[in-house]
C-alpha cells in the first residue's frame, strides 16, 4: 500500500494499493463471482432472485480494508451494482473476507454494530471466536486454536522438544503463536526463541531473526506467519544460508504454492485446510475474453504483469497482440490443482445463499416459492447464517455458536521431485471431531530437510536412560537437563524419567539400575563351603565323643575309667554328642520348628553337659573330704546324689526353654537391615530376655564348676581330673566370653557360623581336656592304667 504522509495543512490523498496484484487473492475473488453466478442459475436455491455484488481490494492493510467496511456500512453505491432488479439496491445483506485476520478484526467491529454478518474464508485468529466483541463474525475456516493445538501434537509425535518459533507481528501471528506456545507447554516442548517480524519493517528487524535463526541450536522451526511475511524471511534467509532446518508450518503459508519456490525448506510439513473439487471453475478462471479484461482494472493488471505487456499503447512497453495464452500460464490464479482456501470462498458465498434463502423462501406444494420483493434486512441473514447446514460438492457447512466450522486438516508435506522441484503432497489428516488421542493420523511416507527420509532430532538434551532421571541445567528451560544415574537402591525404568523410586523392600535393582530383581536370600547353608565344614566338625566331634565312650565302656573295669566316676563320665559323653549335634540345626534355612529347636537344645544339651561336670568336680571334692579320718560326708554325695544333681540343673533350663517358648518363641525371619543388597534368613530371638536367660544360666553354671576346679586343683594325683576340669572350665568360658561381642558384631550368616564355632569349640575343648589324657593312657600306656601305679604315683 502506498504510505500517506500527512502535512495537516491540506486534505490527505486517497489511499491506494502499490505493488504487484496477488494472483492467488485475484482467484478467490473470481471463486466468489462462479459461486454467485451458479447461485444465480440455480433453480433450487434463491430461484427467481439474483444476487449482486461488490469486490474491494483491501491490499492486507487495515486503513485500506476499515475505509471499504465503512463504505459498504453506509450502503452501496449505485454504480456498483450488479443485479439486474434489486430490490433493495445499495443494501449490504453480507460480507465475505477479509483473508487476513488484523483487517478482518478491524471490520467485524464495524459490522458488528450494524449486525452485518462477515463471513471470512482465510482470517483464522481464535480471537474472533469471541462473540462479545465480534457477534457478527462467521467463518468457514477453521479457528487457529484447533490448529495451534494440531501442530504442538505434531511437533510432540516426532519427538521434538527443543525449537524455535518465528510469527507475524499481527493478530493472526501473534494470537496463533501464543494459543500454540500454551498447547506446546502443556505437551512438554520448550522453545529456544520466539520472534515476530512485520513485511513493513525494516531491514534491519528482518536481518535481527535471521541471525537467531542462524545461531541457534533448534533444528525445528514453527511458523506462524502469513505467505507475504515469511517470504520475506525467507529471502533473507537465501542470502546467507546456514544449516537446513526443519520447518512446521500453519496453513496461512505452507500451503501457498508460490512459498514452494524455497528449496531449502524441502521437508516442511504443516497443516492445510482439505483439498476440494469444485466443477467448472478452473474453466470460469480460464474463460477471460479480451473486453472482459479490459472493463476490469483488475484483470487488466493481471494480465499485462503475467504476460509482461500493455493492453493500451505505450512508448516504452511492448503491446498485447492477443496472442497471449492464459492456458499455458503457471500462475497461483492458474493452478486449481489443489483447492484449498478458493473452496472456504465457495462454501462461504454458499453459506450466505442459504440463509437468505431461508429468510426469504418457503416450500409449498414441493414448490420452492422466493418472493423476491419482500424486504429483508441484513440482522435477519444474520440470524439465519447461525443456524445453516447444508452440504454443497460433498462438503458440510455449519456454524457453532462461535461462529466456527467443525475442524479438520490436512498434513502436507514439502517434497522433491525428480526435477528437483517442490510439490505439496498430503500425508495424513487431523480431525478435531475425533475422540482425544484419535485425531491425528498419517498414512504416507515423510521427507524431511535434505531429502532425508530420517526423522531429524531437535533437542536441547538426549533422553534419559533408564537407570537415569533428570536434573534440570539452572536458567535453562525444563527441556535441557543432565542425566544423573539413580542413587543405590532405586531405580527409573522409563526413558527421561523426572525422579528414580525405591525397589519394594524384597528386591533389589540390578547393575543398569533399570529394574528390581529379587534380593538373593541368604543364610548358612549345607552346600557352601562354610557349611559343609561346620557340618562336617560336628559330626566328627560327635563321633569323637561316640568313640571316646565305646573305649571307656570297653575299658569299664579299668581303674582309670572307675576312679573318674564312669556313671557321670558316659552321661557327660552322651551330653556332648547332643551339644556336637545339635549345631547342625544351626545349619540350612531357619524354620519355625528349626528355630525353636536350635536354641533350646543347645542352652538343654549344654547345661546337661556342664551338670555333668560340675557334678565330676563335687565328687572329687567329696572324695577327697571322704578321705580325711572321720569323715562321713560321701553318704550324703553317693550316686544317687549325683543323678538328682545332675538332674535338677538341667531342669531349671528346660523350665526357662519352656518359659520363653511360651511367652515368645524363637521364629525365622528375614533380615532386612544389615544389607541393602541381600535378604539374611536368621532367626529372631522373639525374647532376648529368653536367650540371655539361657546363656546366663549355661553361664552361672560354668563359673561355678571352674571355681569348684580351681579349689580341687592341688588334691593328690589319682584325683587330678580337677586339673583337666579346671582347664577345660577354663576353655569354656574364656571361648563363650569371646562370644558375646562376637555374636553382636557378625553380620548375617555369619552371626550363626560363631554361634556354632562356640559350640564346637567349647565341646571339643570339653572332651579332649576331659577324655583325651585317659584315653591315651587306655590305648597307649596300659601299664599306667592299674591301681597299683596310680596308688605308687600318689606315695611318690
Known sequence: MHTVKHNFTAMPEPLRCTGSIDSRELRFSRAMIFAIEEINNSTELLPGIKLGYQIHDSCASVPVAVHAAFQLSNGLDPVYDTSDNCSQSGVVMAIIGESGSTPSISMSRIFGSFNIPQVSHFATCACLSDKKQYPSFFRTIPSDQFQADALAKLVKHFGWTWIGAIRSDSDYGNNGMASFLEAAQKEGICVEYSESFYRTHPRSRIQRVADVIRRSTAMVIVAFAASGDLRILLEELSLEPSLPRQWIGSEAWVTDPDMLRFSFCAGAIGFGIQQSVIPGLRDFLLDLSPSEVAASPVLTEFWEDSFNCRLEKTTDERLCDGTEDIQSLQSPYTDTAQLRITNMVYKAVYAIAHAIHNAVCQERNSTIHCDKFTRIESKQVLAQLKKVNFSQNGYDVSFDANGDPVATYELVNWQKTESGSIKLVTVGLYDASLPVGQE????????????????????????????????????????????????EGEISNATDSPDCFPCPKELWPNADRDTCFPKPVEFLSFDEV????????SVGGACLAIITAAVFFRHRSSPIVRANN??????????????????????????????????????????????????????????????????????????LQQRMTVVSFTCIQVLICIIWLVVSPPFPMKNLTTYKERIILECALGSAIGFWAVLGYIGLLAVFCFLLAVLARKLPDHFNEAKLITFSMLIFCAVWITFIPAYVSSPGKFTVAVEIFAILASSFGLTFCLFAPKCFIILFQPEKNTKKHLMNKNQS
Open 566 to 639: 564312669s556313671e557321670l563320665s558316659f552321661l557327660l559323653l552322651f551330653s556332648l554328642t547332643l551339644c556336637f549335634l545339635c549345631s547342625l540345626t544351626f545349619i540350612g534355612a531357619p524354620s519355625e520348628w528349626s528355630c525353636m529347636l536350635r536354641h533350646t537344645a543347645f542352652g538343654i544339651t549344654f547345661v546337661l553337659c556342664i551338670s555333668c561336670v560340675l557334678g565330676k568336680t563335687i565328687v572329687v571334692l567329696m572324695a577327697f573330704k571322704a578321705t580325711l579320718p572321720g569323715s562321713n560326708v560321701m553318704k550324703w554325695f553317693g550316686p
Open 440 to 487: 491425528f493420523r498419517i498414512n504416507r511416507n515423510l521427507t524431511w530437510i535434505e531429502d532425508s527420509t530420517q526423522v531429524p532430532i531437535s533437542v536441547c538434551s538426549d533422553s534419559c536412560p533408564p537407570g537415569t532421571r533428570k536434573v534440570l541445567q539452572r536458567g535453562k528451560p525444563i527441556c535441557c537437563y543432565d542425566c544423573v544415574p539413580c542413587p
Open 530 to 537: 562354610l557349611g559343609i565344614i561346620l557340618a562336617a566338625f
